[in-house]
């Protein structure tokens, strides 16, 4: 059967979680994806609702009770001999101490160690989506270096987790020196500095990886960036979505969602396009233009790992 016309199957995939800790099971030798590490879930049944698919399962996997499943994100993902739409839901509301009920291995592991894990192919796009917050800054209009780490201080302090620093009136030099000025603070504070840039700027900083605007995604056949940078992907429509996935982008800006000012030529998608191109999509994707933290269940209710600003997060 062709990978088009073949049936999807909707899987419930659950992060069960208790402080920095997450629950994994070993896939078994007579499943597929063998002795691969998986967040522990299973097939929706017919007409089954994720969460209680996810209790369903949680409860004859691994003898736990769990409550409180929240979205994270959703999974398209072609495997050679099946189509699956992982729907992944994190908690941390469980009663009992969860073991391996099937004879499976179950393990917590920190947060910090999931990086090092094998796990199914289709996965990556979770552990991205577990690293990333659902706040991505990017820097708006500033009047000095030291008006620069000022604003940006503000946006660390807002809890931003993601920043990028977009300097179009400055040169190369200077954006190198922005970044490695202001490096140390952001890594103190947890969080990722991208570059609006290119692969040879990243290089000679300590940034964590580069957003690409869509007009440069074309430029590349393969990832330009090294596996342990992130590699951000601003697209508008479908084919730069499908050029980013091409080369290995970590996650997607796709925009604009709402009417903006920075774009006033631009026709907006609307949140309810937004949410059918996210569906295509098997990486985290923030909704960008428009955007303020007003609006931020809403978007993540329309598929987002959450929202892209400059005006609501640059002060
Ligand atoms: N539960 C779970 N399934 C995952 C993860 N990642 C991933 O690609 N999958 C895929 C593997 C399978 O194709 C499908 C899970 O279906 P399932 O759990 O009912 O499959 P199964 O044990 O019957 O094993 P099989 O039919 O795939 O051999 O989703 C994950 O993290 N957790």
Redesign the pocket.
């Known amino acids: 059967m062709s990978e088009k016309s073949r049936p999807v199957?909707d899987?419930a995939?659950g992060i069960l979680r208790c402080e920095n800790e997450i629950c994994l099971s070993l896939?078994q030798k007579?499943?597929?994806?063998a002795d691969h590490w998986?967040?522990?879930?299973?097939?929706v049944e017919q007409g089954e609702l994720i969460d209680t698919a996810l209790k369903r399962e949680f409860i004859e996997e691994l003898g736990v009770q769990t409550d409180n499943w929240q979205p994270l994100i959703t999974i398209p993902?072609e495997?050679e001999k099946?189509s699956?739409r992982?729907h992944v839901y994190q908690s941390y509301d469980f009663v009992g101490t969860p073991y391996g009920k099937e004879g499976q291995r179950v393990r917590w592991f920190d947060q910090s160690e999931l990086q090092g894990i094998t796990?199914?192919?289709?996965?990556k796009g979770?552990l991205t989506a577990l690293e990333l917050g659902d706040k991505y800054a990017i820097s708006g209009k500033f009047a000095n270096a030291e008006d620069f780490s000022a604003k940006l201080n503000n946006v660390l302090n807002d809890g931003v987790k993601l920043i990028q620093l977009r300097a179009k009136g400055l040169d190369v030099a200077e954006v190198r020196k922005l970044a490695q000025e202001n490096i140390g603070a952001v890594h103190k504070a947890g969080a990722k500095l991208m570059l609006n840039g290119t692969p040879e700027l990243l290089a000679q900083t300590q940034a964590d990886g580069i957003q690409l605007a869509s007009n440069q995604l074309f430029a590349y056949d393969t990832r330009p960036v090294a596996k342990d940078k992130l590699l951000g992907a601003s697209t508008h429509n479908p084919e730069e979505i499908d050029q980013a996935l091409k080369i290995g982008a970590d996650f997607i800006l796709l925009s604009p969602v709402l009417p903006t000012q920075t774009h006033p030529d631009m026709e907006a998608l609307g949140l309810d396009a937004f949410r059918e191109l996210v569906a295509e999509i098997p990486v985290p994707v923030f909704a960008l233009g428009g955007m303020k933290t007003e609006l931020l269940n809403e978007a993540k209710n329309h598929g987002a790992q959450g929202i892209a600003a400059i005006s609501a997060f640059w002060r």
Request: hydrophobic share 45%; proline share 8%; no cysteine.
């Open positions: 199957l899987i995939v896939r007579h499943q597929s994806h998986e967040f522990p879930g299973g097939k993902w495997y099946v699956v992982l796990f199914p192919d289709a996965n979770i």
